[in-house]
């Protein structure tokens, strides 16, 4: 089958374990089917990415040997790349435009809070019906996706649906100008032939949106969708870039070796019996039949 899959970290903070479970699923199960993995730098929001992480996130896999079929690190290195979202606005504002010929983009101020309360197509302000100059200052733009559930059979958890409009109309671009994730996620898929999503599943809500998304622009296969399971702290809560005792390097920078730390988040979310060093090169065995 060969899929392509994707690594596709945010550069918002360093590498930490949580990142380092959902690249043992790309690489592993790329290297199992003979498929390829993309990295690709997901920096859409250009307040909060740091190209310091962007350097050291590069740093951080090489020093794992998680090294991807596309593109080089060098390429990433010395930029710019198709592969990092900030090099080229054009392919989302493509996108954009191709929308808003099918007449489904609108300038939305409604407020955060609001919207994050909000359920079901449009928005609390009905700002589609207020049609709004799209340059209206502190005005984001959202898509609305039409009607009905998207359905996917996910590799993992088996057949899911939901609706793509069920908490609103999509953000496009937020108000301060940056493409929004959903929007860069669903265009680089598709033009970086990516055909095998594998992602954690705090994403899963988020696939009927992106479903419906790719297929209003043209995608006439979708990709397949993995959902693993998160890597969590003792307490259950979900790791995050806040906390530096997970950061890769810090670990690495502790004495544990690339195939100790590899192993160790193998184990921990169970692709492993108990924690045994695993190399970059042997990801695949933990995913054969
Ligand atoms: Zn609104």
Known sequence: ?????????????????GHLVNAIYAWGIARATGGQVILRIEDHDRQRSRRAFDAALLDDLERLGLIPDEPSLVELRTGPSAFRQSDDPGPYRAAVDVLRTQGRVYACTCARTALLAWRGSGCP?????????????????????????????????????????????????????????????????????VDLVIRGRDLLDATPAQLRLGRLLGRETPPAFLHHALLRKPSGAKLSKADHDTAIRDILDGGATPAELLGFAAAAVGLLGSARPVPAAALGHLFEP
């Open 1 to 17: 089958m060969c899929p392509t899959t994707r690594f596709a970290p945010a550069p918002t903070g360093f590498l930490h374990l």
């Open 125 to 193: 302000g009905d700002c589609r019906e207020r049609a709004l100059p799209e340059d209206e200052p502190g005005s984001a733009l959202r898509g609305g996706l039409g009607e009905g559930d998207e359905t996917f059979d996910d590799l993992l958890l088996g057949l899911q649906f939901g609706d793509p409009s069920g908490d609103g109309d999509l953000t496009l671009r937020d108000r301060h100008g940056n493409w929004s994730y959903p929007l860069c996620v669903v265009v680089d898929d598709l033009r970086h032939g």
